[in-house]
């Protein structure tokens, strides 16, 4: 039976917008790709009535954001895919082949955790809640399965998650020994003894080596531990900077087993064999006990990189990427994330997404009124802390889509050093596009009392600038607008740009540069030409820089700069960092190099002024002269 409309057109009317229209020349490889998929799928599950819209539709949210989409959908494991589509469908018959095949292993799967048949039962519910039954009206979390691993290495990763969550939760928290506890025990008292007599020697020398980390980096550790995603695959990839800091807390709890256990040896062979009843067979006997100790510590790196190999396998470790999606922040929402509206306090009591904080405008509260650089960090704290935003804590940003100053805010809290910020671009038009819940009640979370530190390798001063200028290992980005890098606007005591710096404007960074004049004059009814490019049109917009150079950017003080920073930090630029004070400072120190200088004409600035004083006045004569009832100009 003829289709009555192609999966390829679906597909593209799923996508829409210009992602749509860039994808249009491949319409017939991506009908045949999408047609072998489903037949594929269908073969593997006959008695499962999928229809092919909605097949067509799911394989469009989740190859969205991939480069290359037929080689995405080509690589998908088809008969995976197409059940974890009809069972978020709720397809009864997927749903009856995912309880039989999937969910009946979770038994297997955790028993290593815990054998009870009761927990088994717990995790397994759970699981069922959590893939299956829709929440507060999102998609099933089965729904984020993408197809590029096995469906049953997905479910077992989530069983194992979900396992150890459950038993963290039903017990006190661990120590870093553990592991330790976990070794296989002795028949023997006295080395049990030992064990225990030596344990809080251990943790105590353990925890003093972690207090002599970084702050960052023992908090980051200490977040290793932390709930993972819902799911493995949560859309913008954010599980590998978890995976990495699980794996180093992983690493220190072997190195401390390892270490134990070896200790252990040496004291049992000490203790069993009498030095000097038999001094050559003990030395021999505590010889081989260091040897092993050396081979099961010079065993861990390759742990460790198994460990990696095992989840990039699984498809669990993928580029952390700083901008998310309406889904992410509706997952951050529902997990407890710190939301923050950066808009004015105006624009929140309008409509805000649900559960978020605000501070009034960031680029009016964070920035002194003159110099537009930041206020002293003791007043950043206080604005923060009493906001309840705790850069310790994730915090994800949002205003108006697409708009610089939700970057600038993101920018800070990269230089306050918070743990993993994100920053919604869709903004509150994606948020309302999507259908989702809009509320005016304000939100006040607990205060907190905030110690900021900064990172200043991620900003530079004017005199870094000016004497970097001619560094070959360095690069500047302009990202303001060509009249002002040429000097015909001047926003400074002069006009012009610095020395070798490459003009490309920040709006270039989306799918329309002319979006926001157009929403302006109400010529287009959507915001989608808001929507970021491709990550092939960036690279090819910025195919002048090195991705491996350090780049500066700039602007007028720092805002849009701090836009296509990010965007540069996304596509792999090595090191991005945005020069705060940008034309603001550099062109109000006259000794600082630059090109294409004009200055203002103040002798034609006051003709002008004066000019527009007797219009203003001619216009409050007349305005006076209509109210008193007379005609204007006559007597």
């Given amino acids: 039976m003829e289709r009555p409309v192609s999966l390829s057109r679906i597909f593209l009317d799923r996508l829409g917008g210009r992602r749509a229209e860039d994808l249009a020349c491949l319409t017939e490889s991506i009908d045949s790709t999408l047609q072998a998929l489903e037949r594929a799928g269908r073969e593997a599950w006959p008695g499962v009535p999928l229809s092919a819209e909605a097949f067509a539709s799911h394989i469009a949210d989740r190859v969205r954001t991939r480069a290359d989409v037929v080689e995405a959908i080509s690589t ?27 969910l009946s292993r979770v038994p297997d799967l955790v028993r290593r955790i815990d054998s009870a048949a009761a927990f088994a039962d717990e995790v397994t519910q ?50 870093f020994l553990e592991a330790e506890s976990e070794l296989p025990g002795t028949l023997d008292p006295e080395l049990d003894y030992l064990k225990l007599r030596y344990r809080g020697a251990y943790e105590e020398a353990l925890h003093v080596a972690l207090a002599s980390l970084p702050d960052r980096d023992a908090l980051l ?75 099961r510590l010079l065993c861990l790196p390759r742990y460790v990189l198994v460990g990696v190999a095992l989840f990039a396998s699984s498809g669990a470790v993928r580029g952390a990427s700083s901008i998310v999606d309406t889904a992410y922040v ?109 509320t005016t009640e304000m939100t006040r979370l607990e205060p907190v009392t905030l110690k900021l530190t900064v990172n200043p390798t991620l900003l530079v001063d004017t005199a870094e600038v000016v004497r970097r200028l001619h560094d070959p290992k360095v690069q500047i980005l302009d990202a303001r607008t060509q009249k002002e890098y040429s000097g015909e606007e001047i926003r400074a005591i002069r006009g012009g740009h610095i020395p070798g710096a490459i003009p490309i ?21 959507n915001f989608d030409g808001l929507n970021l490019k491709s990550r092939e049109q960036l690279q090819a917009l910025y195919a002048k820089l090195d991705p491996n150079k350090e780049t500066i950017v700039y602007c007028q003080s720092g805002i849009r700069a701090s836009e296509s920073a990010t965007i540069l930090k996304e596509l792999g630029f090595k090191k991005v960092r945005v020069y705060d004070s940008s034309w603001l400072g550099y062109g109000n120190t006259l000794d600082a190099p630059a090109q294409n200088v004009t200055f203002y004409n ?34």
């Fill in 76 to 102: 998908m494991h088809a008969a995976d895919i197409f059940l974890a589509c009809a069972c978020s469908c709720a397809i009864p018959a997927a749903l009856s082949v995912f309880e039989r095949d999937q």
């Fill in 126 to 175: 759970t699981m069922r809640e959590m893939l299956l039954v829709p929440a507060h009206g999102a998609e099933t979390g089965i729904a984020e399965y993408s197809g590029r691993g096995a469906l049953s290495n997905w479910v077992r990763i989530i069983a194992v998650r979900t396992a150890l969550r459950l038993r963290r939760e039903q017990r006190s928290p661990g120590t």
């Fill in 221 to 295: 550790l200490s977040r290793g531990q932390a709930e993972p995603d819902r799911t493995p695959e949560s859309r913008d990839g954010s599980s590998a900077r978890a995976i990495i800091r699980y794996l180093v807390a992983l690493l220190l709890r072997i190195l401390h087993a390892a270490i134990l256990r070896s200790q252990l040896d040496l004291v049992d062979v000490m203790k069993r064999r009498d030095p000097l009843r038999c001094p050559r067979r003990a030395l021999r006997q505590w010889k081989q006990a260091k040897e092993m100790t050396m081979s």
């Fill in 330 to 438: 509706a997952d951050a929402i529902a997990r407890g994330a710190i939301i923050w509206d950066t808009r004015s306090a105006a624009a929140y009591k309008q409509g805000h997404i649900p559960g978020a904080v605000n501070i009034d405008d960031v680029g009016m509260v964070l920035r002194d009124e003159n110099t537009e650089d930041y206020i002293a960090l003791e007043r950043i704290s206080a604005l923060l802390g009493g906001a309840g935003i705790d850069p310790k804590k994730q915090v994800l940003v949002y205003g108006a889509k697409a708009n610089p100053y939700v970057y600038f805010a993101l920018v800070t809290l990269e230089y306050l050093n918070a743990v993993d910020p994100k920053i919604y671009h869709g903004g509150i038009e994606d948020w309302k596009s999507a259908g989702r819940p809009i």
């Fill in 505 to 525: 404007h920040y709006m270039e960074n989306w799918i329309d540069p002319d979006a926001r004049s157009k929403i302006e004059k109400k010529d287009v009814s």
């Fill in 602 to 635: 103040v002798g034609l600035i006051q003709s002008k002024m004066t000019s527009l004083q007797r219009r203003l006045e001619t216009l409050e004569k007349a305005l006076a002269e209509t109210k008193a009832g007379k005609e204007p100009g006559k007597e």
